[in-house]
């Protein structure tokens, strides 16, 4: 699509009104998920109790997305109210370099850049931490960033007229940002559901109980931590495919799709929380609820008792161990029931 079809104008205005409405919306995700992250059991945490990686991340992406909203209000209002140069707001808007327009674009590509380096953290973590698993996703990673401080160089230093059409030097990193942000959430994404996957099939090899095989069958936590990722996965990667094409195409369109960038990645990454700690709750709740009884596992020349109750988190605990991946080590299934839900937390 030409950017003609969409004066620059009109775009900003729609970038700054798509991202507030999708703002709003990450918003009320950080609510549920502060309450995860700060809470335990109706109080406060105590410091040694915080998931660190986590919290950081989460206070990052907040700062970043309500940075993002308000450096786009301020550009309409200095555009449309307080720019008295020539041309109007169709001049002030072309000013790539702008020191607005490079935190924007700033905020946009570090955002993108964090997204991505929690979702391969998660899976170096699910893999036990190797690094052979997900060496190429952080060569992907690095070279991402690469692009990202390029792009940020050229921005601010070219004072062209032109995002899309006269300035190639930003829109070919550009394409090749966004073309590498979708090839590391697939496969990192594929990664981490192959071995979730995998687990999940030793663990029912290892029940011994008709009863609860059947029943997990229905209920497995480990396919709820599959859907959760993959969900996620899936929010993420599909507004990373549209940035992409609205570079690829050269549209105005491009402005409005990047707006909501910023916070859907902190929707992302907070529904995982949120989702996570929902099927926490779930899981204690029924425990409570249920009988309890012994289960057996037996792994190659192993044997491990543990004393468990019926229901969704015990039956199949006995085989996700990522909040302590060294539980997870090659083949073999961990001595220590987890829950699932407890690896996004971490």
Known sequence: MPSSSLPITTAQLCALFTESIVYGIYLVTCGYCAQQLFMVNGRCKRLGEYHWPMVIVAILLLIFSTLDVAMGFYHNLWAFVLYTGTGGALEAFHNIS?????IKTTNVLVTANIGDGVLIYRCWIVHNKSWLVVVFSTILWLTSVACTIRIVYVESTIHARDLLRDEKSITAPMIT??????VINFVTTALLVTKIWRVDRRTRRCLHNSELASHTQHSSPLRYAIR???ESGILYTTFAF???VAY??????????TGMEVPVVGIAFNLIIIRAAARHAE???SSQLQPSNSIFF?????????????SASEQCSCGFQCADSSQFSSGSVPLRPQKPSEVFMT
Do not use: D, K, Y
């Open 242 to 244: 549209i940035s992409f």
């Open 248 to 257: 690829v195409t050269g549209g105005n369109w491009v402005f409005p799709v």
């Open 177 to 182: 940002f966004w073309t590498l942000t979708i």
């Open 283 to 285: 899981e204690n709740t």
């Open 98 to 102: 702008f020191w607005v327009n490079v």
């Open 298 to 310: 037996r792994h190659q020349t192993n044997c491990v008792s543990l004393s468990s109750r019926i």
């Open 228 to 230: 959760i990722v993959m």
